[in-house]
């Protein structure tokens, strides 16, 4: 396979990924951010769920931080609504911290190989930042 279909290729699911991503955002985050700003609503989904409505809801919060452009503040707010000051910060907490590692996993996983889509090797090596072990 030639750089040049390297890069088409890599260029294609950068992409989908993008169109996967608001695909998402629309079809899942809308409806979700809309549930969480009617707090009604939200409180009859936690108590119709019992104890499963908090994997659901740590579930939102990983959805929303993994597709970033999801506003987490009505997530947030309810939170506080539907399960009190203490327990709702513990779960979005716990949310958020899957969702940053989940996301740190994957710019491990594949964060040079998208970036090289762009920028070549050369041009990124010759960041001196990224050569010092320290400030990386």
């Known amino acids: 396979m030639t750089e040049k279909h390297k890069k088409i290729v890599a260029i294609v699911a ?8 608001a695909a998402v955002g629309y079809f899942v985050g809308v409806p979700m951010v809309q549930l969480a700003e009617d707090p009604a609503q939200f409180q009859a989904l936690v108590d119709s769920y019992g104890i499963g409505s908090r994997l659901i809801f740590i579930g939102m919060v990983v959805l929303q ?3 970033a452009f999801i506003p987490g503040e009505p ?3 309810a939170a506080g609504y539907a399960f009190g000051f203490v327990e709702g910060t513990l779960l979005t907490l716990a949310g958020f911290l899957i969702g940053s590692l989940l996301v740190f996993l994957l710019v491990k996983k594949f964060g040079v190989k998208l970036v090289e889509v762009f920028v070549s090797r050369e041009k990124i090596n010759e960041l001196r930042f990224l050569n010092t072990e320290q400030k990386r």
């Open 14 to 21: 950068v992409l989908i990924f993008i169109l996967f991503c």
């Open 65 to 67: 931080v993994v597709v």
């Open 75 to 77: 997530i947030e707010l």
